[in-house]
Every structure is written in C-alpha cells, then in structure tokens.
C-alpha cells in the first residue's frame, strides 16, 4: 500500500500552475505591447482563467508587474554577504552585474523597457521599489559597518550602489546597446558600464571592507 498524498497537495500546486500562468501571461503581454496597453482582461484570457480568478491570485495588474520585484533586491542582499573576504561591496555587486549581463543582460534590459520602463502609470512603483532595494542593501552593511542600524557609511554606500544596479535601466544604455551590430557587441558594452561604473563609487570601499 501506499500512503495518500497530503490533502492539500494537488489544489497547491494547481495553485502555483495557475500563478505561474498568469505572470506568464502577462510578463509576454507587457512586454510586447507594454504595461499600459494591456487589460486585465487580456491577460486572464491569455492564462486561460477569468478575471474573477486572476484577482484571487493579485489585486491589481500593478502587483502583477511587480510580482518578482524583490528577486534583484535579494541577489544584491546575497552577494554583499557572502563576498570573499577581503573584497568589497562594489566588487560584490559588479561581480553580480557581471553575472547577470552573461546570463541575457541585453535582451532583460529590452524587455523591461518594452514592458514597463516606459509607463507614467509604474514610476511611483518603481521609485518604492529602488527604495526598497537601498534599504535592504544598508541593512545588510550595517551589520559590518555600524551596528544594528544603518549609518551615514551604510545610507550613503547603499545609495551608491543602488545607483549602479538602477543605472543599467537609463535609456541612453539602452540607446547604446541597441547600436552594437550583434547580441555580444551589446553585451561588452554593459560590461564596458559596469567596468566604468565601479570606480566611481569604490572611494567608499575603505568604509565597508
């Protein structure tokens, strides 16, 4: 014999099947047509659900952009705290940019400008959003540099750093990318922005080894 599966197995992962679809939905409307030129009730159409549903899931298409907006915030947490030892935490986060740039930088960065880079209506979302990311980065240089609260050093590090990562979404690095002749001409060139950037913000590297 052998024991039932938990009671609540398969409704949870009918659940996440249904989520997943939908941000997919959704992730493929936005950026081929863009945030504000997509309804709701496109997108449950597209995950095959209706609208009564897709709001059981999120409360607005606004949380359906932001749905995985914290994924990058964690990444940044992630690799300042566990840089090697004696690195710091602007060579931790060039090396994640670095990362992210070998893994599709270029194409990312098209798709979010194509979906949501543009929209008046996700500017306040978005300026939360980087918020967030400098608050969680200064939490986390704290624990090395000033003790359970963050600091000036960690304030203005985490600003700084923020700023790198946000600096990759301007447009005149889109602009940029979109004139190389090829994927990986586009490629060295975040790669060049990255190696440019760095310098920039590592006079306060001796603060926060």
């Known amino acids: ?3 039932d599966p938990p ?8 659940k996440r099947h249904t989520r997943a679809a939908i941000l997919a939905a959704a ?3 936005f950026e081929a047509r863009g945030y504000e030129h997509v309804t709701v009730a496109e997108i449950a159409d597209a995950a095959n659900i209706s609208v009564k549903t897709l709001f059981t899931y999120f409360r607005s298409k606004e949380d359906l952009a932001f749905a995985d907006e914290y994924r990058l915030r964690d990444q940044l947490v992630e690799a300042i705290r566990s840089r ?3 690195s710091t935490p602007v060579q931790a986060v060039a090396a994640l940019l670095g990362r992210l740039v070998d893994e599709g930088g270029e194409a990312g960065l098209e ?3 194509r ?3 543009g929209s008046d209506a996700l500017a306040s979302r978005l ?5 967030s990311y400098e608050e969680a980065v200064a939490n986390a240089l704290a ?3 000033d003790g359970p609260y963050p600091g000036p050093t960690a304030r203005l590090t985490a600003a700084m750093l923020v700023a790198m990562v946000r600096s990759f979404t301007w447009p005149e690095v889109l602009t940029e990318v979109q004139a190389q002749p090829s994927q990986q001409a586009g490629r060295e060139t975040l790669r060049s922005w990255v190696a440019t950037a760095a310098p920039l913000v590592s006079c306060l590297d001796e603060h926060t080894r």
């Open 84 to 86: 090697p030892t004696g």
């Open 27 to 29: 992730g493929e409307l």
């Open 115 to 117: 979906g949501y880079g």
């Open 127 to 131: 300026r939360r959003m980087w918020e």
């Open 111 to 113: 798709q979010y400008h």
């Open 1 to 3: 014999m052998t024991a």
């Open 7 to 14: 009671a609540g197995g398969l409704r949870e992962r009918k």
């Open 143 to 145: 624990a090395e540099t």
